[in-house]
């Protein structure tokens, strides 16, 4: 008796709460971000942003009226642990929109998940440009800045820095390592650079000695790598072990050295340079009050992956409301084209290709910190719309 | 000329002293493979499990302020322990049977499937850092060769050199290498066998743990570390000959160089499967090995 009583009470709260459902559940958006492995301090900077970011709009009153709640799934940098979390988040958990992907394989992979089920997705790290070129996806856009983008402004360094320029290339051997260095290679050449050779190394490689014959056979003076997470941190630690990196210009893909592991690299990064969409020193008030809330939050400096992830919240929460509802086509409409203001400066998406457009800097690692050496304008940066296929 | 010279010193010098580094560390996990092969008969799968359990003991020792050249003496001796409790407890048991060959590998493997998730459970899947505790780099004829790698070097050195006496010049190693040629005789004149396996096989546990403490600094510490490497020492016992010592530190020296010269033209992701070719044209011509067993030699 007293069981039929609770159920009725409990069926009869569940319709009340129907009635309202719309209006006051939480926006649900789904992270999928590698909270352990090689990547985990990534995931780390992409969790603190999007935190940060959602916890001021929370307090602000939230995206058209409602709360936002993240909810979090490790992806271990590996693309098939990735389209499985992000299956759960979107059957079980219900999100309105995914993000939080680190490793460009698992940002395509996961862009497919999200085509199927009708979402929107988006990545704040992957850099790889098939993202928003030859391998785009209608639900998948890319508010951070992609491989050609960050090479268009260290090449544009390395041409005034070092006119003779004979670069050896050293990627991680997925996706992302690939077109980076592809990338790179492309905009340095144009710039009149030489190629001393290339190769490619397992991700989460332990031992970068064994590489180190060929590059010092090919006598570069110049040392290009994409390597990211703690691969940088061994890669370069073995580099001033081994002499390597005395009389040799080292320079990176804007994820190879970030605020995250430049304390575990030490001395070893100093002189390192980066083309890259975001830097602390950006001077601007968006970026001033974010660089602080940051620090005072998380103990810790933002990088490009925080910036990016923080920015993400305010490109959703614009779009939505432009939209008035989180329906996948009138955000997917909304997002086309949108302008909104990040710590980096006013970010456009461009409609074409779904990846969005802004300065890029060369940045240079000098005694532990980042100084800004060179800026390269959003039009200029960006590149040609490649995507064909919307 | 001048510049084949220059090319040797500043290419090829550092490559082949590279190799030799890890060259040493995989005869140290080969000579407990092909030890306890030669004188028990017993393909050890768990080998790897036992390499990263000595690197996580060193993790562990250091975490409590342990200085690491301490954990570097302590280990081997924890894990001599553990081998020892191993052999007495589960491989004894079926070893006197008939299948043993298949028991004692079917055993092995499960154990070294529960000791790596165990490993996984009690410390996580990241990736763990031991400091270098030799910092620092020296400079040979224009070339810098990291402090450590070379301590490595000089270290395992002493240690197979030190192995190898034992067993061929001690009256201990004549005891085990009788035991392996003929246990029934070495029984029958008075020898404990049984604690001659135990002991033989808590040595080659040792081994792979103190490999396990000295590569921790170079390739950081983490659950699966001993799965990759095991397979290299595995090929390197098989290229030398099953439980031969002098096959395992020739073939370990040997192909590692295979391995570092050859990554001077090809991308070094070929190393493994060059050794791997190596052990199956070996094993298509000389099935034996390159040299015979111990006690048989």
């Not at chain 2, 090829?12 to 092909?34: D, E, F, H, R």
């Not at chain 2, 407890?89 to 298949?102: A, G, M, P, Y």
Request: overall charge neutral.
């Amino acid at each position: 008796m007293r069981q039929t009583i609770l159920s009725a009470s409990v069926i009869a709260a569940m319709l009340f709460c129907a009635g309202v459902q719309a209006q006051s559940d939480p926006i649900k958006i789904g992270v999928v971000t590698p909270l352990s492995g090689t990547y985990a301090g990534i995931g780390q900077q992409v969790k603190w942003g999007l935190d940060l970011a959602t916890k001021e709009i929370n307090a602000s009153g939230g995206i058209a009226g409602r709360k936002v709640e993240l909810i979090y799934e490790d992806e271990e940098a590996n693309p098939a642990v990735a389209v499985q979390k992000a299956e759960k988040l979107l059957q079980v958990s219900k999100v309105d929109f995914l993000t939080g992907t680190v490793n460009s394989g698992s940002t395509l992979a996961v862009g497919q998940v999200a085509e199927r089920n009708n979402r929107l997705a988006s990545t704040t790290v992957s850099f790889a440009d098939s993202i928003t070129a030859d391998k785009c996806s209608p639900n998948m856009f890319r508010v951070n800045a992609r491989a050609g983008m960050q090479s268009a402004a260290l090449a544009e360094w390395l041409a005034k820095a070092k006119p003779n320029a004979n670069v050896y290339y050293l990627g991680p051997d997925y996706e992302m390592g690939r077109s980076t260095v592809a990338a790179f290679k492309a905009a340095a050449e144009a710039k009149g650079a030489k190629t001393a050779g290339e190769v490619f190394a397992p991700l989460d490689n332990k031992d970068y000695s064994p590489y180190f014959g060929q590059i010092r056979g090919a006598r570069p003076n110049v040392i290009y790598t994409s390597v990211a997470g703690n691969d940088t941190v061994r890669l370069m630690t073995q580099m001033a072990e081994f002499g390597l990196n005395r009389n040799l210009q080292v320079l990176g893909a804007s994820g190879t050295v970030t605020s995250q592991n430049l304390a575990a690299i030490g001395k070893a990064a100093d002189g390192f340079v980066t083309g890259v969409g975001y830097s602390t020193t950006i001077d601007n008030p968006i970026n001033k009050k974010f660089v602080a809330d940051f620090e005072a939050a998380y103990k810790a400096q933002p990088d490009l992956y925080g910036a990016d992830s923080y920015g993400l919240m305010y490109f959703y929460k614009a779009a939505v409301e432009k939209a008035k509802s989180t329906d996948t086509d009138k955000v997917r409409e909304a997002m086309r084209g949108l302008q909104w203001d990040t710590p980096q400066g006013t970010k456009t998406m461009r409609a074409g290709d779904h990846q969005a457009m802004q300065d890029m800097y060369a940045v240079q690692v000098n005694d532990g910190k980042f100084v800004i050496v060179g800026k390269v304008d959003a039009d200029a940066a960006i590149g040609p719309d490649t995507c064909t296929k919307f | 000329m001048a510049e084949a010279l220059e090319w040797m010193q500043y290419v090829l010098a550092p490559q082949v002293i590279n190799g030799a580094s890890i060259g040493v560390a995989v005869v140290l996990m080969a000579l407990g493979l092909t030890i306890i092969f030669g004188l028990l008969d017993v393909i050890n799968m768990a080998h790897g499990e036992f390499y990263a359990m000595g690197a996580y003991a060193a993790v562990i020792l250091i975490a409590i302020g342990i200085p690491f050249w301490w954990a570097l003496l302590l280990t081997p001796l924890f894990m001599a322990v553990v081998g020892y409790a191993v052999e007495r407890t589960l491989i004894q048991r079926v070893f006197h049977s008939k299948d043993r060959h298949t028991l004692t590998l079917l055993l092995t493997f499960g154990l070294a499937i529960v000791l790596e998730d165990v490993l996984k459970i009690a410390f996580g899947a990241n990736p763990m850092r031991i400091e270098t505790p030799i910092g620092g780099s020296i400079e040979v004829f224009g070339l810098f060769f990291p402090n450590y790698r070379m301590f490595v070097m000089g270290m395992g050195s002493a240690i197979v050199a030190a192995v190898w006496i034992f067993i061929f010049r001690t009256r201990v190693g004549a005891i085990v290498r009788a035991a392996a040629f003929d246990r029934h005789m070495t029984a029958s004149l008075g020898v404990p066998v049984n604690k001659v396996y135990a002991l033989t096989f808590a040595l080659g546990v040792a081994l792979a743990g103190i490999a396990g403490v000295l590569l921790a600094p170079i390739y950081s510490v983490f659950p699966t570390m001993g799965r990759d490497f095991v397979l290299i020492a595995f090929s390197v016992v098989i290229i030398g000959g099953m439980g031969s010592i002098k096959g395992a530190v020739i073939a370990g020296l040997l192909l590692t160089q295979i391995q570092s010269i050859s990554s001077l033209y090809i991308s070094p992701v070929w190393s493994d499967p060059l050794l791997f070719g190596c052990m199956v044209l070996v094993l298509m011509w000389r099935p034996q090995g390159l040299f015979g067993r111990l006690g048989h030699g």
